[in-house]
């Protein structure tokens, strides 16, 4: 009986181990670890959202999606009740949350997480659970997050999660192998083909294997595409048929329709993008919008070629990126080449490609474009 009664304490520690490994994953956007937690074939349930994740691979996912779209979260765990029955558990958890996304929203919350576990040899496991929340206030908030610098005092391993300040120089710096290894997984999830090459070279070649011969392709307004040759392979070769030269050819006045739709709905469209986040979000900024249709859905295929230092740690340094170093570089371009500045007036954030196969994404170890 005594050794029962142990194996009881054992179980129930180990189970408030695992409610607080979930909150500390989920603080440090720890999304591999998270999933990690839930057993093959768990289930998280957020109905308010409205979610319903089955599988690591999905909680995996889902928790990417929903993380790219913070500012900070804050989420505390209170010990609830745990009823044990030999392999498997119940319990309740209940949490006090506080948050602010990107687009504005905030709020704090009280919650219960209605919990199911199985012991397994990895130990306990989620096998399920189910966010109900009980308080909501969505009143503005009235404090920020610090954005502190990596210092002694702050572990590197997280340093991308505090979303501290990247400096404007770093922007133009390839990001190293590990960070693409993450930022390719985290496209997969997503549902986007993603492959890591060495250089501009192999991204031209490989978008010749892509592009079948004949097909329309609509190419963007791209240093990225002009400096590796791509630009001048789709529009000067005649393998394809191309619809920038087409575009040009028309007289913008008379023609603004035939334009708008040849624009729109291409075989394929080849582009760059401002920014890639190790999310797995693709970040496009526009003057006009005119290209963007055509990478948001219009166009049966996409091919994204990104340079190594567009790699982010989230959508809000994205922004930034747009903001503080591709649009003075396309500023002045724009300038000497039209005679006129440029402007962010469109953005498109492509958080996942609901189409497997539709997209895909040449990451490159070395820096282009910008």
């Known amino acids: 009986m005594l050794m029962n009664d142990f194996q009881a304490i054992a179980d129930r520690v180990e189970i408030e181990a695992l409610r607080a490994e979930f909150t500390d994953a989920a603080m440090m956007r720890d999304r591999p670890r998270l999933a990690s937690l839930f057993t093959p074939d768990g289930v998280l349930r957020m109905p308010n959202i409205p979610v319903e994740l089955t599988g690591r691979e999905e909680i995996l996912a889902g928790g990417e999606r929903l993380q790219s779209q913070w500012d900070f979260f804050v989420q505390n765990t209170h010990p609830g009740t745990v009823r044990l029955d030999g392999d498997t558990a119940t319990g309740r958890a209940y949490i006090h949350e506080i948050a602010r996304t990107l687009d504005g929203r905030e709020g704090l919350n009280h919650a219960v997480y209605h919990d199911r576990y199985r012991r397994t040899e990895e130990g306990w496991r989620f096998t399920e659970r189910v966010y109900e929340v009980r308080y909501l206030d969505t009143s503005p908030l009235t404090g920020t997050a610090p954005r502190p610098q990596e210092g002694p005092g702050n572990d590197p391993a997280h340093a991308a999660d505090t979303a501290a300040p990247v400096p404007a120089a770093s922007f133009a710096d390839p990001a190293p192998a590990d960070r693409l290894e993450r930022v390719a997984a985290a496209l997969r999830a997503g549902g986007f083909a993603a492959e890591i090459l060495d250089d501009a070279a192999q991204a031209r070649a490989r978008v010749k294997d892509l592009i079948p011969e004949g097909a329309s392709v609509l190419t963007g307004a791209s240093e990225t595409l002009r400096l590796s040759g791509v630009d001048e392979d789709i529009n000067a070769s005649g393998r394809y048929d191309a619809v920038r030269p087409r575009v040009l050819a028309i007289d913008r006045a008379t023609g603004a329709d035939e334009i708008r739709k040849l624009l729109a709905v291409p075989d394929y469209v080849v582009n760059s993008v401002a920014a890639v986040t190790e999310t797995g979000a ?15 859905g219009g166009a049966a295929h996409a091919v994204w070629i990104v ?27 724009a ?20 189409y497997p196969g539709r997209g895909t994404v040449l990451l490159l170890r070395e820096a282009i474009g910008y």
Do not use: C, F
Request: net charge neutral.
């Open 307 to 333: 340079g190594a230092q567009k790699v982010v740690p989230d959508l809000g340094t994205a922004l930034r990126r747009v903001e503080e170093h591709a649009l003075p570089l396309e500023n002045a371009r």
């Open 335 to 354: 300038q000497e080449v039209y005679g006129r500045p440029s402007a962010v007036n469109r953005l498109l954030v492509l958080n996942a490609e609901p």
């Open 282 to 296: 693709l970040v496009l900024a526009s003057g006009s919008g005119s290209q963007l249709p055509a990478n948001a």
